[in-house]
């Protein structure tokens, strides 16, 4: 066989390792292709990190994490008059909000972006046909109404404290898929977006799309319409790479410049990655707004047990697990909000590696330990509990077995039973039919958890299984600070607000919190003025600023 | 002649239709829906929005009604929409196809180019030193698994020496028959190993039976060459049952595709249905399932052909 | 000629007797050496070898020795449980096909010969990620932690019974002649019977034979289904498990991809041979 493998390389000449170098393009590499270009349909982070080059969103969160415009001149406000307080015929309180579209904000034929293209994409999005993925921000919109050709206005069916944040309400062309709108049924179908989608005219963004290879690269280039700063590359080529060690492969021989963050390499093989080439590349970790953490089943009779799950905290290390598995880019989770949210507070109950304390509050709960074995209560049960995660997240495998090893040391027999998402997400939590599960939420700032806190989102056949309180919390303080929060408008007031409804989660500990996951981006060190957001909206929404520094002589010294 | 080559089209057309009921309720049985996977990728997503969702893509009617409406579809050539790709499935499907094709093509010649003669060889003095090697490594390639073997060969030849590529069809930027050449050594090289062991071994049996039979000894007697025994007499009677068992052998051929596909993240039509399957891509699993029984059922079907062809004795009516 | 003889047999058996001796010795193997197949260490992730831990440590810092060991006990149960099973089921249906004959031979034959050259391991793959649920396979059953061992038992027996049925079918269909069978029927013994008390007791060679080959080809099978995530599902550790995370490592620590490998293939080879050392050693009519 060692002849036949000589032949074969002796046949192949090498592929030229380094494509012809141009000065004005980037190539990124993400690990997903997108399975739609539509803004509406399946929203996936593959999509939105394409389109954050090529789209741009009325509002959004900054990496700052403030709310701005990007395609509005002025954020409302009931300061600058732009939105007024109405009351509802079934006697609510709800809000109306004018945005005037920016003069320059053009799609890539040239026509500018309109009211009536605001009216038209609501429209879209409130038709239950059209298969929008996330109908609830279109659900709260009640009205739309363009005012004239930049102007419109749109009502809200509530006053909440974000009013103004539009973030999601994605703006289409209607003059060109007005057409596929036709049979809203046929809409995901037919939409320009995945039949045609170099089309001109359907993208208001920087960039254009001009070639789209499925399954392989799309490619980008300058829209001339583009009203903003000029970006700096001519060119870009999304590569969608799912291999990781192709992926890394590609990065090293040239052919990807970068690999974003957002939907790149997972953090442990980012940190082998740099181990490997320290120096050749800029690799920024910038946590996220991943809360990762285990829901508890509050009405498991050994959970329901205070005691218990404070034990579960205090048994096991997270500061380690961090800091060995993951190089300490992940901090450790006190409560579901992350150290670079603004509501943010450090002042809450706290739970260091401590065994000794969790085996005495397993003691004061009545599981008594004889020895090594496995703790067991006063009937002699044994203290077993179940978690489940989904299954094929190798970061999540090895943190539970972790976990395993470290409650084990303190007499809690822990069993693994892991599902795919799709059965873990669409059944056993929506039935309840888990006792522990470790998971994530990823969210905007100072993104409400309603539905994952209050009493009346607990799923149930009564509600028809709506809700994600899947833990089953009860507390009539947090449903409180909750509703308080949602329409508390003054910041100072509200944050006093948070960071009671914080202090009372690490207290209570419905889930037991462990970290917040960071994403790394790895970039070349020619490239600067790649900002990473940490939240759910991509860096890609400020690719203008992204720009070139000393690329040539980089490459030469290689 | 014309008569058995219609049954056996019909044949194939039954096996074909039964296993598209039976794969397509095997698919059924995968946890979860399309629907379902949203949800788990988007928290925003209610039990509401789900339940609209579902009655939008059919997925609340009962099985064999979803069959029937599949079927109908299918018989007019639209297999459907992948849902992992958004476009239609056989868009999706055909360039796979090609790559896989090529992949299992130049495999499958360069098996048969290193095993057969090494089996013929071995089968002429059973027992011999050569004989003893060629059973060893034939039994080493059987035995080893071929998902491991890809990782070893990756290991050595793209992670240490840096030689070769360790995934993909090809490198981004670069472009080229010598690069899509680069990206297909290591999956040729593991998807060849993998089936030279039987290859060898069947090539060598069937020679053993036919070197014993009556004719060789007359023609040895007769004091025709040894090359000219070997390859005249001996070898064609050979290949008579070869081809039944390299049809069969078909199937197996796909399923390391599978593997190899998998491990070096090449294109092909094996990747492609693990990921369906994985992504509940309902359309894509199951078209890409029954093409790869479609090719299967050919290959015997061919095979068949071959068979009467190369055996004058043999007549089908 | 006994068996024994055989270099294949003997080389084949006792590589499997070593390999079952010393995942029965384990639980003496970890006291030994002070540790637990599970413990977790994270300050001693990817160790080199030392006394301690005479393999090193993986990437959670568990000694890889009692790792592979315990990756043994259940990749050996898993092969060994399914090869019976499927011995079982081939064996009924190899008889079944061979002592009746006629429609019902041709109709079971063209069964076999389609599972053989189905491409099977996509199949499976669905196979595999079937809902447990729609199955109606019962809750307490379902959430057992050993239930990815059960069903990747029953997966793999539902293909791995061809070889057996094929030889088995052979060696009826050349009883099914004999005297003593024919004597047998003369007598009136019912069916059941003949197949029972006659022939299966002269059918131990070929199943002895194809059921040790048959446990090579299914240990291939679970390592490759468990490699891919759809198999023994960890916790527990299975060979084919333990190499699922090794793409990601396999610059940092080559040798946590190269020895659960090395395991199945010995393993695999082993059975190999001795399945076929048995076959030239038992079958008279191919030794030459």
Known sequence: MRRVLVVLLCLLVPAAAYAAERADELSIGISQFPATLNPLINPMVAKSYVLGLVRRPLTT????????????????????????????????????????????????????????????????????????????????????????????????????????????????????????????????????????????????????????????????????????????????????????????????????????????????????FAQRHRGAFNIIYKPGLNYEHIDLNLDDPVLADLRVRQALLYAIDRGAIGQELFAGRDPVANSFVPPLDWVYTADVPRYPYDPAKARALLDAAGWHAKGTAVRRNAAGRRLVLTLATTSGNRSRELVEEVLQSQWRDVGIAVRLKNQPARVLFGDSMIK??????????????????????????????????????????????????????????????????????????????????????????????????????????????????????????????? | MSRFVVRRIVEILVVLAVMSLVIYALIGLM??????????????????????????????????????????????????????????????????????????GMSFALTLA???????????????????????????????????????????????LGWLPPGGAATIGAGGVADRADHLVLPVITLTLVNFGPQLRYMRAAMMETLHQDYIRTARAKGAGEARILTRHALRNALIPLITVVALSFGSLFSGALVT?????????????????????????????????????????AADLAYAAADPRIAYR | ????????????????????????????????????????????????????????????????????????????????????????????????????????????????????????LPLLVVLAAADLHKLGVPAALRDSEAMSLYRIIVLVTLVGWTTVARLVRGTTLSLRQQDFVRAAEALGASHRRIMLVHILPNLATPIIVATSLAVGEIILLESVLSFLGLGVAPPLASWGNMLTGAEETIALAPMLAVYPGALIFLTVMACNLLGDGLQQALDPRRRR
């Open chain 1, 61 to 272: 969160y900054d990496a700052d994490w403030k709310l701005v415009c990007m395609l509005c001149e002025t954020l409302p406000s009931f300061a600058n008059g732009l939105a007024q307080k109405i009351a509802l015929p079934d006697g609510k309180t709800g809000v109306r909000l004018t945005y005037t579209l920016k003069a320059d904000a053009r799609w890539d034929d040239g026509t500018p972006v309109t009211g009536d293209d605001a009216v038209f994409s609501w429209q879209v999005g409130r038709n239950p046909q059209t298969g929008v993925a996330e109908a609830e921000l279109y659900r709260r919109m009640i009205d739309v109404k363009a005012i004239d050709a930049r102007t419109f206005t749109v009502t809200l069916d509530r006053l909440t404290f974000d009013y103004a944040a539009l973030n999601d309400f994605e703006i289409l062309p209607a003059r060109i898929e007005r057409a596929a709108f036709a049979q809203p049924a046929e809409y995901r179908i037919r939409s320009r977006y995945d039949t045609d989608p170099t089309v001109r005219g359907l993208y208001d963004g920087p960039y254009r799309i001009t070639e789209v290879a499925p399954g392989s690269h799309i490619v980008l280039e300058r829209n001339p319409a583009w009203g903003g700063r000029r970006p700096y590359f001519r060119r870009i080529v999304v590569w969608s790479v799912e291999n990781t060690a192709a992926l890394e492969a590609n990065l090293l021989a040239g052919g990807l410049d970068m690999v974003a963050g957002e939907l790149g390499l997972p953090l442990d093989e980012a940190l082998a």
């Open chain 1, 432 to 558: 309840r039919r888990f006792r522990m599960a470790m998971f994530a939420w990823s969210a905007a700032p100072e993104d409400v958890p309603r539905s994952e806190l209050r009493s009346d989102e607990i799923p149930s056949p009564a509600n028809n299984w709506s809700g994600e309180n899947f833990v089953g919390w009860r507390n009539a303080e947090a449903d409180q600070l909750l509703d308080a929060i949602e329409t508390e408008l003054d910041r100072a007031k509200r944050a006093v607000l948070w960071h009671r409804l914080e202090a009372l989660y690490a207290a209570q500990l419905p889930a037991l919190p462990l970290y917040f996951r960071a994403d790394a981006f790895i970039l070349p060190k020619w490239l600067a003025g790649v900002t990473p957001t940490g939240h759910e909206y991509p860096s890609t929404f400020w690719v203008e600023q992204w720009h070139a520094v000393g690329r040539g002589a980089q490459a030469r010294a290689q």
């Open chain 2, 261 to 301: 596909e998998t491990m070096f993240a090449y294109p092909g039509m094996g990747k492609l249905i693990y990921d369906a399957v994985l992504g509940n891509d309902y359309n894509l699993a199951l078209a890409g399932l029954l093409f790869a029984t479609l090719m299967t059922l050919l290959a015997n079907f």
């Open chain 3, 1 to 120: 000629m006994s068996a024994l003889a055989q270099p294949r047999v003997r080389f084949g058996g006792s590589v499997l007797l070593a390999l079952a001796l010393a995942v029965v010795l384990t639980p003496w193997i970890a006291q030994a050496l002070g540790a637990h197949a599970d413990t977790v260490d994270l300050y001693h992730r990817f160790a080199a070898p030392s006394l301690r831990h005479p393999l090193g440590t993986d990437e959670l810092g568990r000694d890889l020795l009692l790792r592979l060991l315990a990756g043994g006990q259940v990749s050996l149960l898993v092969g060994i449980t399914a090869a019976l099973a499927a011995a079982v089921l081939g064996t009924a249906i190899g008889l079944v096909a061979g002592y009746f004959g006629g429609r019902l031979d041709a109709l079971l034959m063209r069964l076999t010969d389609g599972v053989i050259a189905l491409p099977l």
């Open chain 2, 114 to 160: 290193l095993a057969w003669p090494l089996g013929l060889l071995a089968a002429r003095r059973p027992g011999s030193w050569f004989d003893g090697v060629a059973n060893l490594s034939s039994f080493a390639t059987i035995s080893v698994p071929s998902f491991w073997l890809a990782l070893m060969l990756i290991l050595v030849f793209a992670v240490q």
């Open chain 2, 31 to 104: 946890p979860g829906d399309p629907v379902d996977l949203m949800i788990a990728s988007n928290p925003h997503l209610t039990v509401a929005d789900a339940a609209r969702l579902k009655a939008l893509y059919g997925l609340d009617k009962p099985l064999l009604e979803r069959y029937a409406a599949w079927l109908g579809a299918a018989l007019h050539g639209d297999f459907g929409y992948s849902r992992l790709y958004a476009r239609s499935t056989l868009a999706v499907l055909i360039p796979r196809l090609g790559n896989t094709a090529l992949l299992m």
